[in-house]
């Protein structure tokens, strides 16, 4: 699972197999949460563009996102 932090960015999707399209792309904004499982754990995933200036004042960060991510091992 991913938690985004900060400025609204562009979280794009492709394939288990492959890098190249055709891809899903999903807008993730601050304190959004995304949750992979399965075979879906494997895709290939990345993010094509941040929009600046979106993020919260409130949280006072320096212009950008953090994406914190959070694995399981699935070693008992």
């Known amino acids: 699972m ?4 900060g400025d ?3 979280f794009r999707m492709a394939g288990v197999e ?4 055709p891809f899903t792309d ?3 904004r601050s ?3 995304l949750v992979f499982g399965g075979v ?3 895709i290939y995933h990345g993010v094509p563009r941040v929009s600046p200036g979106t993020g919260r004042a409130w949280l006072d960060l320096p212009p950008g996102r953090l994406s914190i991510t959070v ?6």
Not at 2 to 5: A, E, G, R
Not at 18 to 21: L, P, V
């Open 2 to 5: 991913t938690i985004s932090v």
């Open 8 to 10: 609204t960015a562009t």
């Open 18 to 21: 492959r890098r190249t399209g």
């Open 26 to 28: 999903v807008e993730l």
């Open 31 to 33: 304190g959004d949460l």
């Open 40 to 42: 879906n754990r494997r």
């Open 71 to 76: 694995r399981g091992t699935g070693l008992e």
